[in-house]
T-cell receptor, first 117, second 113 residues
Framework: GAGVSQSPRYKVAKRGQDVALRCDPI?????LFWYQQALGQGPEFLTY????????KSGLPSDRFFAERPEGSVSTLKIQRTQQEDSAVYLC???????????????FGPGTRLTVL | AQSVTQPDIHITVSEGASLELRCNYS??????LFWYVQSPGQGLQLLLK??????LVQGIKGFEAEFKRSQSSFNLRKPSVHWSDAAEYFC???????????FGAGTILRVKS
């Protein structure tokens, strides 16, 4: 079946612009995660959704970062007033069940590479 | 804080040689551990995972890993490396039960012919 897809794959923004990154999880997956991967680093957790509920946003680096999943499927990560330090690959992952009490594998999308000039 | 350490940033091996990538974790009575591989421009693909039971786990593409509680390690091994194995490898653990993943910084594997 189809895996996790993300769009766009590449995004170049001028400093100060707003961007929106989209994630389409595997159909039926309850849990959705966003991670940020800076150059030369491992991915770092940003936020977690269980269906449409955002249960953990402890990894969002500032209030310029906002994520939503209004219907419990597609998710959008929005970054307002982008800064150069926001340049990174943004990875989305989904898993079948609620993360709480689960050890489900997380399936990752190809990521969106954001470059802020 | 719970963390994952991959001591080697780069490793180069000859095609056909054996491979071992190191991973150490901190804290946690029984950590849930993973190895992922990332090829350029690709997402992360799960190679194998350890939750409990047999400490030697088999994964895809001929990889295996051994959990050693006494050494807080979960090293990835492959007996004979192929050129297509060249990629970046990440060790990870659940930070809390069934929640977010915490990743190491990754090890870039180069394969020379």
């Amino acid at each position: 079946g189809a895996g996790v897809s993300q769009s766009p794959r590449y995004k170049v923004a001028k400093r100060g612009q707003d961007v929106a990154l989209r994630c389409d999880p595997i159909s039926g997956h309850v849990s959705l995660f966003w991670y940020q991967q800076a150059l030369g680093q491992g991915p770092e957790f940003l936020t977690y959704f269980q269906n449409e509920a955002q249960l953990d946003k402890s990894g969002l680096p500032s209030d310029r970062f906002f994520a939503e999943r209004p219907e419990g499927s597609v998710s959008t990560l929005k970054i307002q007033r982008t800064q150069q330090e926001d340049s990174a690959v943004y990875l989305c992952a989904s898993s079948p069940r609620s993360a709480s009490g689960s050890t489900d594998t997380q399936y990752f999308g190809p990521g969106t590479r954001l470059t802020v000039l | 804080a719970q963390s994952v350490t991959q001591p080697d940033i780069h490793i180069t091996v000859s095609e056909g040689a054996s491979l071992e990538l190191r991973c150490n974790y901190s804290y946690g009575a029984t950590p849930y551990l993973f190895w992922y591989v990332q090829s350029p421009g690709q997402g992360l693909q799960l190679l194998l995972k350890y939750f409990s039971g047999d400490t030697l786990v088999q994964g895809i593409k001929g990889f295996e890993a051994e959990f050693k509680r006494s050494q807080s390690s979960f090293n990835l091994r492959k007996p004979s490396v192929h050129w297509s194995d060249a990629a970046e490898y990440f060790c990870a653990r659940f930070q809390e039960y069934g929640n977010k993943l915490v990743f190491g910084a990754g090890t870039i594997l180069r394969v020379k012919s």
